[in-house]
């Protein structure tokens, strides 16, 4: 067809080398250095910024008998790659440059794009996080906290310093007369985006009531959509009353 008075839409990568973002690198260097919540903070703000390349294959959408058992494909479409790991968990592999991907899959198309459309291809996907870099030496995941943050166009905060989760924590406990306190802490392992909540309870409580008002409390949590999608953990500690 002729190309006379056609124009390519501005993707917004015209001028993308397929280069990795510094920024980006150093802070998955820090983070694979020590895990903690200051570095997940840093991930999480250059991962917003950055440019991804996201990896298309051929996937056969028809598949004929070639004879002999030989199986053929007759036609193939371009689909997203998702990977599942041996716990079940889908993730969508994406990397910081066209040569990462390169040294994973030659064969795979290196597609840009930003980090909102990577998180929100990962969410339509089904799949949990993000894993960056797969097959090298800085190989990371992205969390499904940090994956919701980013469809969402939000900054990501490590569940002990969220506002919302405090606010969400405090109504679930208000409800019980015997926890005279409580705190949210960053539970173990660190860097892991587990929430600890401790629990202050009244003195002479046995202990099948102290787990009966654990578990009253992580069920009023658990129906909270928004607090799962910006935790990725939740233990619990128990405090007697000074």
């Known amino acids: 067809m ?4 056609r124009t390519l839409p501005d993707s917004g990568f015209g001028g993308d080398d397929g280069s990795p973002d510094d920024d980006l690198v150093a802070a998955l260097v820090a983070r694979a250095g020590h895990p903690c919540a200051d570095h997940d903070r840093e991930l999480a703000r250059t991962a917003a910024a950055a440019r991804w390349i996201v990896p298309i294959v051929a996937a056969p959408t028809e598949v004929g008998d070639g004879g002999q058992g030989l199986a053929v494909e007759k036609s193939t479409d371009m689909a997203v790659v998702t990977i599942t790991s041996p716990d079940g968990r889908r993730a969508l592999p994406v990397f910081t440059s066209a040569a990462a991907l390169a040294r994973w899959d030659a064969s795979a198309r290196p597609v840009p794009v930003d980090a909102v459309r990577v998180a929100r291809s ?4 089904g799949c949990d996080v993000l894993v960056v870099d797969l097959g090298s030496p800085l190989t990371t995941e992205i969390r499904s906290s940090m994956v919701w943050a980013l469809a969402q166009g939000q900054q990501w905060l490590p569940p002990h310093e969220d506002p919302f989760v405090a606010r969400s924590v405090h109504r679930a406990v208000s409800l019980e007369d015997a926890v005279v306190g409580h705190r949210v802490e960053e539970g173990s392992p660190e860097g892991a985006g587990v929430l600890r909540v401790v629990l202050v309870l009244v003195a002479g409580l046995d202990a099948a ?6 578990t009253r409390i992580g069920e009023r949590l658990a129906t909270d959509g928004e607090l799962r999608a910006r935790v990725d953990g ?6 007697g009353a000074p």
């Open 2 to 5: 002729p190309w006379a008075g």
């Open 122 to 125: 990962a969410v339509a996907e």
């Open 209 to 214: 009531s102290v787990n009966e008002v654990a």
């Open 234 to 239: 939740l233990t619990f500690t128990i405090e």
